[in-house]
Nanobody, 118 residues
């Protein structure tokens, strides 16, 4: 089973930026859609952005125009560049893979905490 390690979170002021990384323990086939998810206190985990093996991307309406997801196949790493951060972006961020037939893989790691506050 692959393991994901998320990093790059921290405390940032509103309007600031962070770049999150999700490193996989082994090569992830391009057949998988890789996604970033977040869970705020008292709320359900939600999809933030995802990216196919071919580079097509999808974003939640709340982050469109502010976040950018990318995928480095050689490094087995997925990134999430977050700009113009808002307090509402405060959450623990996770990554996971979705197989087109098997569905969500639930290879959840420890996540990385993002706190947006002045």
């Amino acid at each position: 089973q692959v393991q994901f390690v998320e990093s790059g979170g921290g405390l940032v002021q509103p309007g600031g930026s962070l770049r999150l990384s999700c490193a996989a323990s082994r090569r992830i086939s391009s057949i998988y859609v890789m996604g970033w998810y977040r869970q705020a206190p008292g709320k359900q985990r939600e999809l933030v952005a995802d990216i196919t093996g071919g580079g097509s991307t999808n974003y939640a309406d709340s982050v469109k125009g502010r976040f950018t997801i990318s995928r480095d196949k050689d490094k087995n790493t997925v990134y999430l560049q977050m700009n113009s951060l808002k307090p509402g972006d405060t959450a623990v961020y996770y990554c996971d893979a979705v197989h087109p037939l098997l569905g969500q893989r639930n290879y959840w790691g420890q996540g990385t905490q993002v706190t947006v506050s002045s």
